[in-house]
């Protein structure tokens, strides 16, 4: 079949097209900038894969959108982004059916959210059900599947639940964490999402999808901690409002204030499967949630995770503009420049820089990086716990720490990252290999803040002292390899 897939490097997006490849389909991959797919991670199977730019939020980009399609997949979000996110997810959804219509796709299929049929939902599964209704009106048969939690390594839901078990012996619970759902492995998700394309009786129906569990939110955390062995003492508490608990999981997890406010909201309601209608003509072997953590941990243990929550743009705050200014503006800046010769192999040098953040931490002063991503959190913004993709690995659109990866040529020697902390103003970081006067080569180390304001001035030169003691250390024990 011909299949195209929205949101195709978001979390679910990129597993999806493995295993819509694997299971033989010609897929159109659409994304808001080319670069940010990874081509070669599909090199196998790349005469079945083509890229497609497009925004759904911009109608004048889906000009290029192919016609002759079978099933298109919609997987897009913007739950992360902020408080608008409700009117671009409905943006994104007008545009889509819009679209569907006038190159006559064949059918759709969107994964939503479960909750339930009647009563006051949060403002998540309320954008969510108004998106299903947006695609069933196009006029386009719509398969909608609705899923509760999903666990897999880099699922937001999953690295939540991780952080707080991994990292809190003392774990406090408010109330919701009393509140059941039923998570469901993303290999179930992506078996259903793939195997409905079999099914065309499935069109113009919608469908709940579950694992084999009802659990509580509590029962979750404590399932990881029995996988990894980890005695934690759970303290309940009625003194944390939805408000509350959202600050409490942005301090505590790698979530932004607001993602964890849009979570929160959520899992007051209870994501239970209303009927089992779809394992008739799907009948999967389901995963436990034991099962579904312990295949999450060994992809993690492995460093092999294809896509996580984190590297979405949706999760930071960088303008998708800038994937197409690699230059490092040169007007109307501040810079820190600082130049160290190479005391290794150009390609240890190279290596050295791309193992920066993470779990590695910081070549420098890894403690004062540590504090502002501290500083960061209690400021709103994203804090420093979201690492990094893989340990070694960096490619346009990865989330590292605090940064975002605009840029990452590593033949030519040269990284490019944008700060999505809070700041009056834009930063960036560059590192580039140079050659020197004398014949030799050197890494350049380049800080490069674009003020908004007095109080973007302000806090430049606040910061200047310790740039001072920190830039130059840093780029020399980078220069050491």
């Not at 992809?299 to 929550?309: E, G, L, M, T």
Request: aromatic share 8%.
């Amino acid at each position: 079949m011909k299949v195209l897939v929205t949101g195709a490097n978001g979390y679910i997006g990129m597993r999806l097209i493995r295993s819509l490849l694997d299971a033989g389909h010609e897929i159109t991959a659409v994304v808001r900038d080319c670069r940010r797919f990874p081509v070669s991670d599909f090199a196998t199977d790349e005469s079945r894969l083509q890229v497609v730019e497009a925004d759904f939020l911009d109608a004048s980009t889906l000009q290029n959108l192919p016609q002759a399609i079978d099933a298109a997949y919609y997987l897009i979000h913007s739950m992360g982004s902020g408080g608008d996110f409700a009117r671009k997810e409905q943006q994104c959804a007008a545009n889509f059916s819009e679209a569907s219509k006038a190159n006559q796709w064949k059918r759709i299929i969107y994964l939503g959210g479960l909750a339930a049929d009647e009563g006051p939902l949060s403002e998540h599964l309320s954008s969510r059900r108004r998106v299903e209704q947006i695609l069933h009106d196009s006029g386009v048969p719509l398969t909608a599947l609705r899923a509760s939690i999903i666990v897999g390594s880099g699922s937001a839901s999953f690295e939540i639940i991780r952080d707080l078990a991994e990292k809190l012996p003392l774990l406090i619970t408010p109330r919701w964490v009393h509140t059941r759902c039923q998570p469901i492995a993303i290999r179930n998700v992506l078996d259903y999402l793939t195997e409905m394309l079999g099914h065309p009786e499935t069109s113009g129906v919608s469908y709940d999808i579950g694992g084999p569990e009802v659990m509580s939110y509590l029962d979750l955390i404590k399932g990881y901690c029995e996988v990894r062995g980890l005695r934690r003492f759970f303290l309940p508490t009625r003194l944390l409002s939805p408000r509350l608990s959202s600050g409490w999981l942005c301090l505590l997890t790698s979530t932004s204030f607001p993602l964890a406010r849009s979570l929160v909201d959520s899992l007051t309601h209870e994501t239970v499967c209303h009927d089992s209608k779809i394992r008739a003509i799907i009948p999967l072997e389901l995963l436990s949630y034991h099962e579904a953590v312990r295949r999450a941990l060994a992809r993690i243990a492995q460093n092999h995770v294809p896509s996580s929550w984190i590297d979405s743009l949706a999760a930071g705050t960088l303008p998708p503009r800038l994937f197409g200014a690699i230059k490092v503006p040169e007007h109307g800046i501040l810079r820190d420049s600082r130049i160290a010769p190479l005391a290794a192999t150009r390609e240890k040098v190279i290596a050295r820089v791309w193992l920066i953040g993470g779990n590695a931490g910081w070549p420098c002063m890894n403690w004062a990086w540590r504090l502002r991503g501290i500083a960061d959190k209690f400021a709103g913004g994203i804090g420093i716990r979201r690492g990094r993709r893989h340990p070694s690995e960096l490619r346009a659109g990865d989330a590292l720490d605090f940064w975002r990866v605009l840029l990452a040529d590593r033949e030519s020697g040269r990284l490019i990252l944008y700060a999505e902390m809070k700041l009056p103003g834009e930063a960036w970081l560059e590192f580039s290999i140079q050659d020197l006067p004398d014949g030799g080569q050197g890494l350049r180390q380049t800080a490069t803040f674009r003020p908004q304001g007095l109080l973007g001035r302000l806090y430049w030169f606040s910061v200047l002292p310790f740039h001072a003691l920190l830039f130059p250390r840093m780029a020399r024990v980078l220069a050491a390899g």
